[in-house]
């Protein structure tokens, strides 16, 4: 019903204002004209709705997951640049006197927003799309598509507005006064009130290790009391963390939990330098403020009843999976578990000794796999695949799930391996909250 519920708003939403095209529809202006208008109309209600989307608003990400959440932003942008370019060329095909307003020196105000706007949404999906491209940072390719969805956004109302053709009655104001409010509102909650809430739950760095494979483990401690809410989390879960500078900061990065949700008092997460970002956090000491927004993901064996569980993880993705163990431990929970743990060479299995010593139960089973191993590995070599998890797995595999998280490639193959062995499709999760 809550599913149903939110793909029946937004449905609504981004079809409300068509209301304004069937009532004020004009025969005498043609059916391209107001097919146009139309395409226009559902473009800019949608891009409102990725605010909503961007805005990691619990209520609408909960109910479907963030991986899911993100790959349908994706999607929806797809969707938006097919209506806006479709605005103005089913007009240009219907009659090339529409064809001036691209005269930038001549065009009325209302041409000239349109096309900014249209430049600005072109701009955002090519950086977005080809960002490793144009070696852009994390950071500054978020700076980059805030600043031109607000214009794509503000200069398409302003478009609307100065046409006037739909804003005449009252009602018709009233809409659009309440979508302008809507997107304003969205602006606010996420720059102002959600920094606001995350300095009053921020945490504190305790301590900084440096980890294998190039890795830093940061340990963090609630710095005041709402900070608790913070450290409640489920095994397999992740936030968006940002250490040191103001909470108004834009760019957060995201973390998976590495420690158990039994023990919040303290925080773990396990971080691969990888970026300006990670690689400034080797010089992060004790004592520096550390901003938290979480928890979110789906990827938590806590929402289904296993039987048991198969966690496959390749390189950093190993922190979730340590997160779900150190819990299991933590809880008394004798469900058997196989870590199957993908690394380069030895140096590069992160938390070994957390690994080793959590295997010493012997309903977990720790399955290393090298893909560059020394002579002297006597382990698993190569990668995760069907013959390697048939070898170790039992052959009823009734009841169990597959976790699978790290690189997008390895994941895709050790879901499909997972499957290959028997396991349901259903049984087998994996969440991607990779940006661009």
Request: charged fraction near 15%; aromatic fraction near 12%; proline fraction near 5%.
């Amino acid at each position: 019903m809550r599913l149903a519920g939110w793909y029946t708003g937004l449905c609504g939403v981004a079809l409300a204002p068509l209301a304004l095209c069937l009532i004020n529809l004009d025969p005498g202006r043609g059916f391209w004209v107001n097919l146009s208008v139309a395409a226009g109309f559902v473009a800019l209600s949608l891009l409102g709705l990725q605010f909503l989307l961007a805005a990691r608003w619990p209520r609408a990400t909960t109910p479907f997951g963030a991986d899911v959440v993100l790959q349908f932003h994706r999607q929806m942008t797809a969707l938006i640049v097919l209506l806006a370019l479709g605005h103005p060329i089913v007009l240009f095909l219907w009659d090339s006197r529409f064809l001036h307003l691209l005269d930038l020196v001549d065009a009325p105000v209302r041409a000239r927003l349109a096309v900014l706007s249209i430049v600005a949404l072109l701009a955002l999906v090519v950086t977005s799309r080809w960002r490793r491209v144009f070696r852009l940072s994390y950071s500054t390719w978020q700076a980059l598509h805030a600043g031109l969805a607000l214009i794509v956004v503000g200069a398409a109302l302003a478009h609307v507005l100065l046409i006037g053709y739909y804003v005449d009655q009252v009602w018709e104001k009233a809409l659009w006064v309440f979508y302008t409010a809507a997107f304003v509102w969205i602006g606010f909650w996420v720059r102002v009130v959600k920094p606001f809430q995350r300095h009053r739950r921020r945490l504190t760095v305790v301590a900084v290790h440096e980890e294998a494979g190039g890795s830093l483990r940061l340990e963090l401690r609630p710095a005041t009391t709402a900070a608790r809410k913070a450290m409640t989390f489920s095994p397999g879960q992740f936030a968006w963390i940002m250490v040191g500078r103001s909470p108004f900061a834009i760019t957060y990065h995201p973390f998976s939990y590495a420690s158990s949700a039994l023990h919040t008092e303290r925080l773990t997460f396990i971080v691969r330098a990888f970026g300006s970002f990670t690689s400034a956090l080797a010089d992060v000491r004790p004592g520096e403020p550390v901003y938290i927004d979480g928890p979110w993901g789906h990827f938590s064996p806590d929402r289904v009843a296993a039987k048991g569980w198969v966690l496959i993880a390749g390189g950093v993705g190993i922190t979730p999976m340590l997160s779900i163990l150190l819990t299991r431990r933590d809880r008394g929970d004798t469900r058997p578990a196989w870590l199957f743990y993908g690394a380069r060479d030895q140096e590069s299995l992160i938390a070994w000794e957390q690994l080793r010593a959590l295997a010493d139960d012997p309903a977990v089973t720790l399955v290393p796999v090298l893909s560059r191993a020394g002579e002297g590995w006597t382990g698993e070599r190569g990668r995760v695949d069907a013959g390697l998890l048939r070898r170790h797995l039992p052959d009823d595999l009734t009841g169990l799930h597959a976790y699978v998280c790290g690189p997008p490639a390895m994941m895709d193959a050790s879901c499909e391996a997972a499957v290959d062995v028997g396991l349901a499709e259903r049984s087998v999760h994996s969440e991607r909250f990779a940006m661009v």
